[in-house]
């Protein structure tokens, strides 16, 4: 089981970009699919990204198709998301996720490991 911890978060104007970052430590990061989620106030935790083991295949959520981008480097233990042409509506807290499986995945269930998640506040 591997221990997620994200960075980047902050606070950004509509329109802007930010790069979140997710670093793993522990065994076996290669071997699994990485996914984001974001939670907004009120709201059940979302499916935003996913990538597969070896960064070869991705799927995104409709709502952030075409503006946001994740990405992975196995030698760094790192899965990043690169978040372009930012909305208010994109605010919430993200977190990164590691699956059980080397395939991507939209459904929660299929996450072992959870980091503690970044805030992401998009202003109008």
């Known amino acids: 089981q591997v221990q997620l911890v994200e960075s980047g978060g902050g606070l950004v104007q509509a329109g802007g970009s930010l790069r979140l970052s997710c670093a793993a430590s522990g065994r076996g990061f290669s071997n699994y699919a990485m996914g984001w989620f974001r939670q907004a106030p009120g709201k059940e935790r979302e499916f935003v990204a996913t990538i597969n083991w070896s960064g070869g295949g991705t799927y995104y959520a409709n709502s952030v198709q075409g503006r946001f981008t994740i990405s992975r480097d196995n030698a760094k233990n790192t899965v990043y998301l690169q978040m372009n042409s930012l909305k208010p509506e994109d605010t919430a807290v993200y977190y990164c996720?590691?699956?059980?499986?080397?395939?991507?995945?939209?459904?929660?269930?299929?996450?072992?490991?959870w980091g503690q998640g970044t805030q992401v506040t998009v202003s109008s």
């Open positions: 996720a590691a699956s059980k499986y080397g395939g991507i995945s939209l459904d929660v269930r299929t996450y072992a490991s």
